[in-house]
């Protein structure tokens, strides 16, 4: 039993950077729980406020003879906020950082925005007693007083707006009015709508069979409060968005709240259309592109009880629901799910926590699952079902593979093949829509020739060498370098390089290639502003655009019927970089790439185009064949004890001195190699310390350590002895000490 609370005082209103120790009382101890909201004395005068127990621990932090004791544990129910604490208390465990850190993950808005309100003026007066009083202004000539008077009798309640505004009366005759018991100004909240002037239209969807009996099985089990966690693996285009709305619907009714995530922004505007056509302003969103004002209001309204539905990226797991049932993970496969910054959690994991906290059910949709989620659904840790037809069974699209060192031997050094230009003219003439599809992920990585397809890979790991400004080219995963050559060392042809072609340069391309097409551009460049995804999308799904280019986020869920050709332009500048996913992310971006294609009435064509047309990844996204993807991936992961069959952790230790970056990572995995002979922890490979992928960033020298074991609970076992060792010890206070779990971008 813990002996002393580490607890954060009135959550609502103070911001979340210090919590207080306090001793636990001995009727208590056996009883208090993370989470819990108790009662506390505070400050000076030890007056009585309300805190949540963050942490439990037998460690004093302060002289134990000061530290105040808990009064009580707080009467009546367990706000939502109690959850959401033991959920940031358990991404501290299992993903690292502080106890802070967490909550201000969980909890976003710190402080209280500045509440949006409306007033109105409201009549007092009987109809009768009114116009008495109306006459008695006009005889004298009272007429700003008269004006507003003779409005009321008419509307009996107005704006305070429309009243300043259009009939012109000053705040002082609005109060003279009031003190005369004549009106009374009426202050309500008003809380911002992010939608919009968005209108609700009843769309009702009949579901195919496939469709059903997925529906019948989660529904099943949920009405028997059978909670699990389910992988919904659907081809492109067969429907499990009408699925989720379902069920949705379905959860709803029984009384219950659903939590849609969506890995971008830029899926907002499709994925809330069709969500509010069904559930009306019982639906919201959340993203970073909201006002601070509107992201409040939403959690207002969350906490009230006023939604049903939160529609949004990573943050809106956190949505503050008091009767959470069901959890949405659309294109759960997506690398924007897990954090780049402390704690690098992943989302489906904490989702899946929430849910067993909250007692709900989650369910993972993709038509190219992750590795990791459909190994634990063929395990039996997920349920999986399946849809494995589109819509109306209309078929997948023809996929066409184009070897791009052919394309430059026939002396075509466009980046667009003669069989993309071809098909996009035909498209053209016949007022289709072509998407064009430039995969950038890892722009900095492989070294490659155009001539022959040769990628410089380090000899002692199978991946690929990473370009360096220095001229050099190093392996991120053992250290190996080597001079960046000027020559192909495989057909001495001069055309060897970095790969280098963005989103401008296409556009540019195809407006001189195709004058007269009309041409949009979905880029990080094009999408700064609040409602520029909404306008890109709504602009091409209107048909005002014929060609639409972009990277990664015009190929996740979107769906246009007049879109008939879709053209993956480098299909493999996501191969080569040095990362265990390589593969995986290359067969799934083209997969969903491919998915755009043919969703109308109209069959769709894709054009690969490729360096490497004989890796697996790539023929086997040109058959759409996932299975067949995951038992070749499955078998190289058995074989090199890569997650999803081991785990992974990388830890970063980063310092001004690069010396001192050096010495503290040596340092550090010395003493688990120390406490690995000991037998403290077992069953765990380190490898390193060596340079992180990028070494320096802003004179900041970085060092990497990897772990490997079979047991993720000795890598948090890892993780517990190095951030204690770190806090023990005072040389450590200027370095940077990060951990990431199952890393899929790394540091």
């Known amino acids: 039993m813990a002996e002393y609370a580490n607890i954060i005082v009135d959550i609502s209103h103070e911001k979340l950077d210090k919590t207080f120790q306090y001793k636990i009382p001995e009727p208590l101890k056996e009883v208090l729980e993370i989470g819990m909201q108790v009662m506390i004395p505070f400050g000076k005068g030890s007056r009585k406020t309300t805190g949540y127990v963050v942490?439990?621990?037998?460690?004093?932090?302060?002289?134990?003879?000061?530290?105040?004791?808990?009064?009580?544990?707080?009467?009546?129910?367990?706000?939502?906020?109690?959850?959401?604490?033991?959920?940031?208390?358990?991404?501290?465990?299992?993903?690292?950082?502080?106890?802070?850190?967490?909550?201000?993950?969980?909890?976003?808005?710190?402080?209280?925005a500045r509440e949006k309100q409306q007033r109105s003026l409201k009549l007092l007066l009987s109809e009768e007693e009114a116009r008495e009083q109306l006459a008695v202004f006009e005889r004298k000539h009272s007429t700003a007083r008269a004006r507003l008077v003779g409005a009321l009798i008419e509307e009996h309640t107005l704006p305070y707006e429309v009243v300043t505004r259009k009939l012109n009366i000053t705040a002082a005759v609005i109060r003279a009015m009031e003190e005369l018991g004549i009106i009374q100004v009426e202050v309500s909240r008003s809380y911002r709508n992010p939608l919009g002037e968005m209108k609700q239209e009843e769309k009702r969807i009949v579901l195919n069979k496939e469709q059903s009996r997925v529906v019948e099985k989660i529904w099943e089990d949920f009405s028997q409060e059978e909670y699990h966690t389910y992988l919904l693996h659907g081809v492109t285009g067969s429907g499990k968005t009408a699925v989720y709305i379902e069920l949705i619907e379905k959860v709803i009714k029984s009384g219950k709240q659903a939590i849609v995530l969506i890995p971008e922004i830029a899926l907002t505007y499709q994925t809330v259309v069709r969500f509010y056509?069904?559930?009306?302003?019982?639906?919201?969103?959340?993203?970073?592109?909201?006002?601070?004002?509107?992201?409040?209001?939403?959690?207002?309204?969350?906490?009230?009880?006023?939604?049903?539905?939160?529609?949004?990226?990573?943050?809106?797991?956190?949505?503050?629901?008091?009767?959470?049932?069901?959890?949405?993970?659309?294109?759960?496969?997506?690398?924007?799910?897990?954090?780049?910054?402390?704690?690098?959690?992943?989302?489906?994991?904490?989702?899946?926590?929430?849910?067993?906290?909250?007692?709900?059910?989650?369910?993972?949709?993709?038509?190219?699952?992750?590795?990791?989620?459909?190994?634990?659904?063929?395990?039996?840790?997920?349920?999986?079902?399946?849809?494995?037809?589109?819509?109306?069974?209309?078929?997948?699209?023809?996929?066409?593979?184009?070897?791009?060192?052919?394309?430059?031997?026939?002396?075509?050094?466009?980046?667009?093949?003669?069989?993309?230009?071809?098909?996009?003219?035909?498209?053209?003439?016949?007022?289709?829509?072509?998407?064009?599809?430039?995969?950038?992920?890892?722009?900095?990585?492989?070294?490659?020739?155009?001539?022959?397809?040769?990628?410089?890979?380090?000899?002692?790991?199978?991946?690929?060498?990473?370009?360096?400004?220095?001229?050099?080219?190093?392996?991120?995963?053992?250290?190996?370098?080597?001079?960046?050559?000027?020559?192909?060392?495989?057909?001495?042809?001069?055309?060897?390089?970095?790969?280098?072609?963005?989103?401008?340069?296409?556009?540019?391309?195809?407006?001189?290639?195709?004058?007269?097409?009309?041409?949009?551009?979905?880029?990080?460049?094009?999408?700064?502003?609040?409602?520029?995804?909404?306008?890109?999308?709504?602009?091409?799904?209107?048909?005002?655009?014929?060609?639409?280019?972009?990277?990664?986020?015009?190929?996740?869920?979107?769906?246009?019927?007049?879109?008939?050709?879709?053209?993956?332009?480098?299909?493999?500048?996501?191969?080569?970089?040095?990362?265990?996913?390589?593969?995986?992310?290359?067969?799934?971006?083209?997969?969903q790439a491919a998915g755009r294609a043919g969703r109308g009435k109209l069959p769709g064509e894709v054009v690969i185009q490729t360096y490497s047309p004989d890796n697996y990844s790539i023929q086997l996204a040109q058959k759409q064949d996932y299975k067949g993807f995951y038992e070749t991936e499955i078998s190289y992961r058995k074989l090199m004890q890569y997650p999803p069959v081991g785990h992974m952790m990388v830890m970063l230790v980063a310092s001004k001195d690069e010396m001192t970056a050096a010495l503290s990572a040596e340092l550090l995995a010395k003493k688990i190699e120390q406490s690995a002979q000991n037998g403290k922890i077992t069953g765990v490979k380190t490898i390193g310390p060596t340079d992180a992928a990028v070494a320096k960033v802003k004179d900041i020298y970085k060092k990497v350590i990897y772990f490997k074991s079979k047991d993720y609970q000795q890598l948090v076992k890892i993780k517990d002895a190095l951030e204690l060792f770190v806090n023990r010890h005072r040389e450590f206070a200027n370095i940077v000490i990060q951990f990431d779990f199952n890393p899929m971008n790394g540091f």
């Open 55 to 112: 942490e439990l621990t037998d460690t004093p932090e302060y002289e134990v003879e000061k530290l105040k004791e808990i009064d009580s544990i707080a009467e009546g129910s367990i706000p939502i906020e109690s959850q959401l604490i033991a959920l940031a208390a358990w991404m501290r465990k299992n993903y690292g950082g502080t106890m802070n850190h967490a909550l201000k993950t969980v909890l976003p808005v710190k402080q209280k």
């Open 277 to 591: 056509q069904r559930f009306g302003e019982r639906v919201s969103i959340l993203n970073s592109k909201m006002s601070p004002g509107e992201r409040y209001d939403q959690f207002e309204r969350a906490k009230s009880g006023e939604l049903d539905v939160m529609i949004g990226p990573r943050s809106a797991l956190f949505t503050p629901f008091s009767n959470l049932g069901l959890i949405i993970i659309d294109e759960e496969h997506e690398t924007s799910y897990k954090s780049e910054t402390i704690p690098r959690y992943h989302a489906r994991e904490t989702a899946i926590e929430r849910a067993n906290m909250a007692g709900a059910s989650v369910v993972l949709g993709s038509a190219t699952p992750s590795i990791d989620s459909y190994y634990k659904a063929q395990n039996g840790e997920y349920i999986l079902l399946e849809l494995e037809k589109r819509i109306e069974e209309k078929p997948l699209p023809q996929c066409y593979t184009v070897d791009l060192r052919e394309e430059l031997r026939q002396g075509n050094r466009s980046i667009l093949s003669e069989k993309l230009q071809e098909l996009m003219e035909e498209r053209l003439e016949q007022g289709q829509q072509t998407m064009l599809f430039i995969n950038r992920r890892g722009m900095s990585g492989f070294v490659s020739c155009r001539a022959c397809g040769y990628v410089v890979k380090c000899p002692h790991c199978d991946v690929s060498l990473s370009q360096h400004n220095n001229g050099k080219m190093v392996c991120h995963y053992c250290g190996y370098e080597e001079t960046t050559p000027k020559e192909c060392p495989e057909c001495g042809s001069k055309y060897i390089s970095g790969f280098k072609a963005g989103t401008q340069k296409i556009e540019e391309i195809v407006k001189k290639r195709f004058p007269k097409a009309r041409v949009l551009r979905m880029d990080f460049d094009t999408t700064r502003n609040k409602d520029s995804y909404e306008k890109i999308l709504s602009a091409f799904a209107n048909q005002e655009a014929d060609v639409l280019i972009g990277t990664q986020m015009i190929v996740k869920g979107h769906d246009f019927p007049n879109v008939t050709l879709v053209g993956v332009l480098a299909a493999d500048l996501s191969l080569y970089v040095s990362d265990y996913h390589a593969t995986e992310r290359t067969f799934q971006l083209i997969t």
